[in-house]
Nanobody, 123 residues
Framework: EVQLQASGGGLVQSGGSLRLSCAAS????????VGWFRQAPGKEREGVSS????????LYADSVKGRFTISRDNVKKIVYLQMNTLKAEDTAVYYC????????????????WGQGTLVTVSS
């Protein structure tokens, strides 16, 4: 079974950058679509970005377009989320998740979730 672990969070000033990693264990990583999500205190979990398992289709939430970039390395079994020009409103716990069925920003369609990593952006 493929398990996921998110890492790379931390404290950064507004305007700064962070790169999150979603590392997978297991043999069939390239068979899964992967999404990044975030949940801020008191708010619902929301989709940030998603990447397909094969054809390179990528989705971004409007709030992060032009600032965040998702990529995947199927050999290393890692999906990255490069976050630039961070804002205070990006502060949240970030999670990665996997599914089969195409990339999606809807958290309810994902079957398996990794533990989150906290991103704090100071203004």
């Amino acid at each position: 079974e493929v398990q996921l672990q998110a890492s790379g969070g931390g404290l950064v000033q507004s305007g700064g950058s962070l790169r999150l990693s979603c590392a997978a264990s297991g043999l069939t990583f390239d068979g899964w679509d992967v999404g990044w999500f975030r949940q801020a205190p008191g708010k619902e979990r929301e989709g940030v970005s998603s990447i397909s398992r094969r054809d390179g289709t990528i989705l971004y939430a409007d709030s992060v377009k032009g600032r965040f970039t998702i990529s995947r390395d199927n050999v290393k079994k890692i999906v990255y989320l490069q976050m630039n020009t961070l804002k205070a409103e990006d502060t949240a716990v970030y999670y990665c998740a996997r599914r089969i069925g195409g990339p999606s920003l809807r958290p309810e369609v994902y079957n398996y979730w990794g533990q989150g990593t906290l991103v704090t952006v100071s203004s």
